[in-house]
């Protein structure tokens, strides 16, 4: 454990570099936070409720996805594609670690940095220039914490299928332009979910995407509250739990045939 | 006539070679193509909760979409090069380039051609003619040139202001991320109606960056829409200008950063 936790640390230490980087990055989120706030807020203009939020709960769900962007890395990471097409794969398979679990605690140690310097700031920045909605009790800013936690690892464990499919393919990347764009829309980054039809709402909430934006971002404007709260939480888990076991066993496959090729 | 010779000859060779990956380039162009999709399918989601957006129906909005993403995606098309100069900063390659006998800018242009991303045209170019379908504008020969007028100046401004993104590099490479405000947030800002910006930003973005002259003022003529703004009304003829003096800056700034660079030497 100690192990992970090192590697965690590591990975946030290695983002600490890159402050100028950071800096632009969070000019840009808050610029398009702006953009999205603004049409949402043009939404309300002649009606107090569309989808179960009120203008308030609209304005800060646009700049809760917005400041969650860089946690999980919804613009796409390729950090394992990388290593298995230069190869040095090899020398994270060799080492007396899980593999997974190695990925996962660099991601979120990756993913802690952008909670402190990115997602707080941006947050700020839609405070100062809308007024957010805050969770209202200690109860709530829990769910959404363990939310946000539960996001970091299904998005992880989708990302990692996605990287590791480099094994089989030289596409992955392209493979990866078109699930991107499928999980910014289905995952509710573009519009709320709950503005889609009513028909489409299920089939689309049912998906693992939702577990990546959408359920947080409604724990954290308290779109749902109440009893309703741990069966969201529990479908997060349930969801983690299928990506992360996908992910171990795409990485025994993926072992199995480099050792064929012999590296 | 010559440079458009070489300008064919550089891209058709770089044509062949990203033709080679076959896959990766259908994936992409299909890639490009949904995220556009879904983008505009937003638009269509907002619409089905609401009849008006800030007074402006979906086929209005629609109208402003399409013009704004059209430009973007041709500008686009020229400009890939540009928006990862910061590439040839970092790796010193630009050295390189200088030696060459002819213009720096047009070499760095001339070493992509993204039609990856013709996707994102189509996708534009379909949803701004299902926009004049759907609107009952009297259309005269006045309003059909200006139409074009304002893509052809559209395209330069946003063209400009990647050469602007580009010429950045040249002070900072690692604040690159900021300039995608002007690019990708200008064709977000310029995709809806100005009017659900506050007064600061749509002064901004009329009267320092001018985008308003992409879309927003050439559709309020076409529409024959009053400019909240209080321009006057021949303000919403102004695109040629905007796009002129927006090109004269991009050479004028690009020409500065030229001068300004240091190799890093590597």
Redesign the interface.
């Known amino acids: 454990m100690r192990l992970y936790w090192e590697v965690a640390r590591r990975a946030l230490q290695r983002q600490l570099a890159?402050r100028?980087?950071n800096?632009?990055?969070l000019?840009?989120n808050i610029?398009?936070g702006?953009?999205r706030a603004?049409?949402l807020?043009?939404?309300y203009?002649?009606?107090t409720n569309?989808?179960g939020y009120d203008a308030q709960a609209a304005v800060t769900y646009a700049w809760i996805t917005q400041a969650m962007i860089m946690i999980v890395a919804l613009w796409g990471w390729w950090d394992i594609e990388l290593t298995i097409r230069t190869g040095d794969v090899i020398s994270d398979l060799s080492k007396p670690f899980s593999y997974v679990g190695f990925w996962l605690a660099r991601e979120m140690g990756r993913a802690a940095y952008f909670v402190v310097f990115r997602a707080v700031p941006v947050l700020l920045a839609g405070q100062v220039m809308f007024g957010l909605h805050w969770p209202s009790s200690p109860g709530a800013w829990l769910a959404a914490g363990v939310s946000m936690l539960l996001a970091v690892v299904v998005s992880f464990g989708w990302r990692f299928l996605l990287n590791v499919s480099a094994f089989w393919t030289?596409?992955a990347?392209?493979?990866?332009?078109?699930a991107?764009?499928?999980v910014?829309?289905l995952g509710g980054f573009?519009?709320p979910i709950r503005?889609?039809?009513d028909w489409l709402q299920p089939v689309v909430l049912g998906l693992p995407f939702a577990s990546i934006i959408q359920t947080p971002a409604d724990l954290f404007v308290e779109r749902i509250q109440g009893s309703a709260v741990p069966a969201l939480l529990v479908g997060q888990l349930a969801w983690a739990a299928v990506l992360l076991g996908l992910a171990q066993l795409t990485t025994l496959l993926a072992t199995r045939r480099v050792v064929i090729q012999g590296g | 006539m010559e440079p458009t010779l070489l300008y064919a000859r550089l891209v058709g060779a770089q044509l062949r070679g990203q033709m080679q990956y076959k896959v990766s380039f259908l994936l992409a162009l299909l890639g490009s193509f949904l995220s556009c999709v879904t983008e505009f399918g937003a638009v269509l989601v907002l619409f089905s909760r609401i009849p008006l957006l800030a007074g402006w129906s979906l086929a209005e909005v629609a109208l402003l979409y399409g013009m704004s993403g059209i430009c973007f995606a041709v500008a686009e098309l020229f400009a890939a090069a540009l928006d990862n100069f910061q590439v040839h900063i970092v790796q010193g390659s630009f050295d390189r380039v200088l030696v060459r006998p002819r213009g720096a800018l047009f070499q760095v242009i001339s070493e992509d051609f993204a039609l990856r991303r013709v996707g994102r045209i189509g996708q534009a170019v379909l949803v701004m003619l299902l926009a004049v379908r759907l609107l009952s504008i009297d259309w005269t020969l006045e309003k059909g040139v200006l139409l074009a007028v304002a893509l052809v100046s559209g395209t330069v401004i946003y063209f400009a202001i990647f050469v602007l993104g580009a010429t950045f590099c040249f002070w900072t490479v690692q604040a690159k991320e900021a300039t995608h405000v002007f690019t990708y947030g200008g064709d977000g800002l310029a995709s809806y109606p100005l009017d659900i910006y506050r007064g600061s930003v749509r002064r901004f973005f009329t009267f320092v960056v001018p985008l308003a002259f992409v879309s927003y003022e050439p559709a309020l003529y076409l529409l024959g829409r009053q400019d909240p703004l209080g321009l006057p009304d021949s303000g919403r003829l102004f695109s040629p200008v905007a796009a002129l003096i927006m090109a004269a800056l991009a050479r004028y700034g690009w020409q500065l950063g030229v001068r300004h660079y240091q190799s890093t030497g590597t």
């Open positions: 890159y100028t980087e800096l632009a990055g000019v840009t610029f398009f702006y953009l603004a049409v807020l043009a939404v203009a002649a009606t569309v989808g030289t596409d990347r392209g493979l990866g332009m078109v991107n764009a499928a910014m829309f573009v519009v503005y889609f039809p």
